[in-house]
């Protein structure tokens, strides 16, 4: 089976390509710093790329579900984008320009306000920061200081908010904490044991308990800072009610909302914004990432009365990027035009689907989960069988011998389907004290707040992820990170980027462009599966019933799906969309 397209050429001229790729490879080795990551566990030279295919130096093509750490929502190269970089630098204007007024900056803010969530672009400012998201988390964290006079901020387990001090001390890395850390709910590995709604419910109370009491050595903060999804954390979704009842909690007790829409922004969880699944609008906003369309970019926005910063209480040299603001406006316009964030939750949907039927055939996947195109599967010990393995068996053997009933099938594939899209609604008049006077609103839309915990709030909080068998487990086997990277390396053979991460980088994510077709979608479930399957059968002491089934389940639905064509078609056919942009 071919695993990559190699560009067509005599040996000679392959050859030479990949003595380039490996000297390349060697210099960076020996010049570059110890911190190198990606480069690390992908040894890949790129020297062209469009859409989400790459193009190695040593003539070898990889379909890309990294896409920059979630920046390339249209991909590489993406047409709109190319353009209006071009358009800027054929006019002859300044390229660095500090923070002074320029109609691109004036196209950019104007196409960023359209976008926002409800209830706050018609009160909001905005800071250009450092190009990095990790600048502007710090951005955040002086403003609601500033704004409220108190210093503390609470954060939850699990977080990556950036590499800077304040960004690390916030993260759920740190060492060295001054930030109150409380307890982030999640379904596979919940904090408390019992995961669901009851474990997003016991986080909830957790956090009313530490604000509550008098003695639980937590003053009163300045902020609370959350991702809707937690990305390095594992892509861990907040459930849609534990959201809300945040944003109760912290309008309730005058604390500002900090959302970190960093990686989960302009469409990625099948909604333009993470929050909006929740009908929660944020008292500031951190963006990064795709908002820059491939280039560095970074912003706050936030609720006007927040703003009692005097002038230069935040700057930066490189907060004023042309080529970046132009790009960025042409990608906000494109997904919001041709409603990619539509497309990613329902595209996003079925790949959890059939990701969750992966789960169900290998033991060494212990949970699906995710939201729109923000996926991750997490690589776990395969020990013996268990009841829960035995509990797999008879729910696949139940579907096989069903024929593949629409019950049936609907039973095993999850819970969850395509996200919902909270509707924008009145908000809840909350006063400020201290902070710009009464009358600030908190952006709650009061139909969704009764029952908080009723619906919205069950595994991936309202995304998706495995299920036959898995309710009722709540003894998760031990993660394991080495099979993940085996995993990611074997992908990467086939032609497949994906990243790692998780509390014990063992969960592989999946990133693709918003712009991922239907076709390269499928190769990207096929790669991975096979990659699962080699890595499966090669672990010592993988004997379960489960595992040895997948590998037969893995090759039918590959024949069954694919027909004749192999992964150097695929390769081509996605190589060909890319390029016709």
Not at 158 to 185: I, N, W
Not at 296 to 323: C, K, M, S
Not at 327 to 350: C, I, K, W
């Amino acid at each position: 089976m071919a695993v990559t397209e190699s560009v067509r050429g005599d040996t000679s001229e392959t050859a030479a390509a990949r003595a380039v790729h490996e000297g390349i490879l060697r210099r960076q080795s020996a010049r570059e710093s110890a911190a190198r990551t990606y480069a690390r566990a992908l040894p890949i030279v790129p020297v062209r790329a469009r859409g989400m295919t790459i193009e190695g130096a040593d003539g070898r093509r990889y379909l890309d579900c990294l896409s920059g750490a979630g920046t390339l929502a249209l991909g590489h190269n993406h047409p709109v984008v190319l353009e209006a970089i071009r358009k800027v630098l054929d006019s002859g204007a300044p390229l660095h320009v500090l923070d002074l007024a320029t109609p691109v900056k004036d196209a950019f803010i104007t196409e960023l306000f359209r976008i926002l969530p409800p209830g706050l672009a018609d009160h909001a400012r905005v800071q250009f920061c450092g190009p990095a998201g990790t600048d502007a988390v710090e951005a955040a964290f002086k403003l609601v200081r500033a704004a409220t006079g108190r210093s503390g901020i609470l954060a939850f387990s699990g977080a990556y908010h950036g590499m800077t001090a304040g960004a690390l001390e916030a993260s759920g890395g740190a060492f060295d904490v001054r930030v109150a850390r409380l307890p982030y709910p999640q379904d596979y590995r919940c904090p408390f044991g019992v995961g669901g709604e009851r474990g997003a419910e016991l986080a909830a109370r957790w956090t009313e308990s530490v604000l509550e009491d008098p003695k639980s050595g937590v003053p009163h903060p300045a902020g609370m800072i959350l991702e809707p999804v937690q990305g390095e954390g594992g892509v861990i979704p907040a459930p849609d009610g534990w959201l809300r009842r945040m944003r109760q909690i912290t309008a309730d007790r005058s604390i500002p909302l900090i959302a970190d829409e960093v990686q989960t922004g302009v469409g990625r969880t099948g909604a333009f914004w993470a929050v909006e699944h929740s009908g929660v609008t944020p008292d500031v906003m951190v963006l990064s990432k795709a908002i820059g369309g491939s280039l560095p970019l970074a912003v706050i926005v936030y609720r006007d009365e927040l703003d009692t910063w005097q002038p230069g209480a935040h700057a930066g040299t490189f907060r004023g990027n042309q080529l970046a603001m132009a790009a960025g406006t042409a990608t906000l316009a494109y997904v919001r035009e041709n409603r990619l964030a539509e497309r990613a939750a329902e595209l996003g949907s079925r790949m959890l689907r059939q990701l969750q039927r992966l789960a169900d055939e290998f033991a060494c996947i212990g949970d699906v989960r995710g939201r729109g195109l923000m996926i991750g599967v997490e690589v776990v010990e395969p020990q013996a069988a268990s009841a829960r393995d035995e509990g797999r068996s008879a729910a696949l053997a139940a579907r096989d011998g069903a024929g593949s009933e629409p019950g049936v099938l609907a039973a095993l594939e999850g819970r969850g389907g395509a996200p919902s899209h909270a509707e924008p609604g009145a908000s809840v008049g909350v006063g400020w004290p201290g902070v710009g006077g009464a009358g600030g609103r908190v952006g709650l839309d009061p139909a969704r707040m009764e029952g908080d915990f009723a619906e919205g709030v069950g595994p991936a909080g309202g995304g998706a992820r495995a299920s036959a068998g898995q309710e009722a487990d709540r003894h998760p086997r031990p993660a394991a990170p080495e099979l993940a990277a085996a995993i990611q390396r074997e992908c990467l053979r086939r032609g497949l980027i994906v990243e790692l991460g998780g509390r014990h980088s063992s969960v592989v994510r999946l990133l693709p462009p918003l712009t991922i077709s239907d076709e390269q979608a499928d190769a990207v479930l096929d790669r991975l599966a096979d990659a699962v399957d080699v890595v499966s059968r090669g672990h010592a002491g993988h004997t379960d019933h489960i595992g040895h089934t997948g590998h037969d389940r893995v090759h039918q639905r590959r024949s069954g799906h694919r027909g004749q064509a192999d992964m150097a078609d695929v390769a081509d056919m996605a190589g060909r969309a890319d390029r016709a942009g």
